[in-house]
């Protein structure tokens, strides 16, 4: 069973930055992609980033395009998401997801395509 734990989680104030981590219990670690996901409060959770097994496809959600990159280590069974730029609306609980399964683009940041959830990390962009 694939285990998955965020840590990177805080507080910092607009314009901050922070860097989250996802680490898997699991070899291998390159069949699984991995999507960061959040949830604010109050809203359902929604899609932020993805990155293929290998690392060599990403997708953001345009709301933290150019803000965000997703990469991983799969020697350290790692990914990360670092965060630029935040903004009060980043708020949230981050979740990190694993699917073995294979997805199209447009389906690599939904929800219903993720097996694997970890517990969270929380994050507040607030002055």
């Known amino acids: 069973q694939l285990q998955l734990v965020e840590s990177g989680g805080g507080s910092v104030q607009p314009g901050g930055s922070l860097r989250l981590s996802c680490s898997a219990s699991?070899?291998?670690?390159?069949?699984?992609?991995i999507g960061w996901f959040r949830q604010a409060p109050g809203k359902e959770r929604e899609g932020v980033s993805c990155i293929s097994g290998n690392g060599g496809a990403t997708n953001y959600a345009d709301s933290v395009k150019g803000r965000f990159t997703i990469s991983r280590d799969n020697a350290k069974n790692t990914v990360y998401l670092r965060m630029n730029s935040l903004k009060p609306e980043d708020t949230g609980v981050y979740y990190c997801?694993?699917?073995?399964?294979?997805?199209?683009?447009?389906?690599?940041?939904?929800?219903?395509?993720?097996?694997?959830w970890g517990q969270g990390t929380q994050v507040t962009v607030s002055s």
């Open positions: 699991t070899f291998p670690f390159d069949v699984y992609h």
């Open positions: 997801a694993a699917t073995s399964r294979e997805y199209s683009e447009a389906e690599s940041l939904r929800r219903s395509e993720y097996d694997y």
